[in-house]
């Protein structure tokens, strides 16, 4: 069976602004070639080996790769002497995993990820493109993809080149540029506002897992705020680290209050309103959460996860499974109360995007 491809982007309506970028300080992604070395190297000497050592770990049998970076947290000036290595590997052949190859010859974990070049270099393309999130786009395979894409290109952007041609190289580094920043940053508002409006629907019901949801929400408010000042590294866990660089008390005050359960909901949703700011209205859409399975009955629909258990609602004519569609989409702060007690109950998926401005 071939593999499905995504649906080609339909023309959107003109929606309400995300907000924009314009780094007020040198950014991660402008570090020069130099720096990465000198970090890269002493990194390597500590453990007797050299650039070239490391280079001879791209090849993994799937023919001469067309760029091999180096990435990771070693390389964005995070890692401590515990941290691992990433190698990214683009090779011109279309039969590889997503699986990193793994090795442990200097002394620690090196990640070696072999991707197709062309794929690879057509996602980058699309995230230049693509005015994500739209409606249509945030399901949760279509938000899986688009979050897959942006870790592969910043970290190649960011990343340290090892070996390539000319025209592999010359992408490499045009993948720095301020686009990068924006898309970066447009991700992390709508992750914070996806977690925010997660909060607020489930706090009803469920008020120790909304707390958690606005925890995440302040999170990726202050990842936004991060890279909007120029700390564009994508992994998550290394929040603090951006927020040390970038002499941020405030947000280092916040996530130390968030993780050590000092925090009641109410003071994590204001927060995450202040942090994210206007941002103008948003539209959820959801879908049935994976191993989801529905049966129609006469007083509505039964709805089963996993097989392990099942809540039955209201509605009726709703789509049979995951990937048949919508099951709701509409204003992120005024979901039916029908929807909003699926969601408690684990069997939607929620995604969000700015929403369709109305013609004057």
């Known amino acids: 069976m071939g593999a499905r491809r995504r649906p080609a982007p339909r023309e959107q309506p003109p929606r ?19 720096l990465l070395r000198t970090r890269l190297e002493a990194f390597l000497t500590a453990r007797s080996f050299g650039l070239d050592d490391l280079v001879e770990e791209t090849d993994q049998g799937h023919g001469e790769p067309v760029l091999a970076v180096a990435a ?13 290595l990433d190698l990214l590997v683009l090779v011109d052949h279309d039969r590889v995993t997503r699986m990193p190859i793994t090795s442990h010859r200097f002394g620690t974990l090196v990640d070696v990820t072999v991707r197709a070049a062309v794929p690879a270099k057509a996602a980058a393309a699309e995230l230049t493109t693509t005015d994500w999130p739209t409606p ?53 508002v709508a992750e914070s506002v996806r977690m925010r409006t997660a909060a607020r629907w489930l706090a009803p019901a469920n008020p120790a897992l909304a707390l958690l949801r606005a925890r995440d929400a302040v999170l990726h408010a202050l990842h936004a705020r991060a890279t909007e000042a120029g700390q564009w590294y994508f992994n998550a866990k290394w929040l603090p680290e951006k927020l040390r660089a970038l002499d941020d008390a405030d947000g280092l005050a916040k996530v130390t209050a968030l993780l050590a359960g000092r925090v009641t909901l109410d003071t994590a949703l204001s927060w995450a309103d202040d942090l994210l700011g206007p941002v103008g209205r948003w539209e959820a859409a959801v879908h049935w959460a994976p191993g989801v399975s529905t049966w129609p009955v006469d007083t509505g629909t039964v709805v089963d996860r996993w097989g392990i258990r099942a809540v039955q609602t209201p ?21 039916p109360p029908e929807v909003r007690d699926l969601f408690a109950h684990d069997m939607l998926w929620l995604g969000v995007a700015p929403a369709v401005k109305e013609a004057p």
């Open 136 to 188: 249509d786009r945030v399901d949760n395979a279509g938000w899986n993809h688009h979050r897959r894409s942006l870790n592969t290109t910043s970290r190649m952007a960011l990343g340290l080149p090892l070996k390539g041609g000319d025209e592999w190289l010359a992408w490499q580094r045009g993948l720095r540029g301020p686009w990068l920043g924006r898309v970066l940053h447009r991700w992390w």
């Open 16 to 34: 309400e602004a995300v907000l924009s970028i314009a780094p007020s300080t040198p950014s991660a992604a402008s570090a020069s070639d130099d």
């Open 72 to 84: 990771g947290s070693v390389l964005a000036g995070f890692g401590t002497h515990k941290s691992d």
């Open 315 to 335: 509605l009726s004519g709703l789509p049979a499974a995951p990937g048949d569609g919508a099951v709701w989409t509409g204003p992120a702060d005024a979901p």
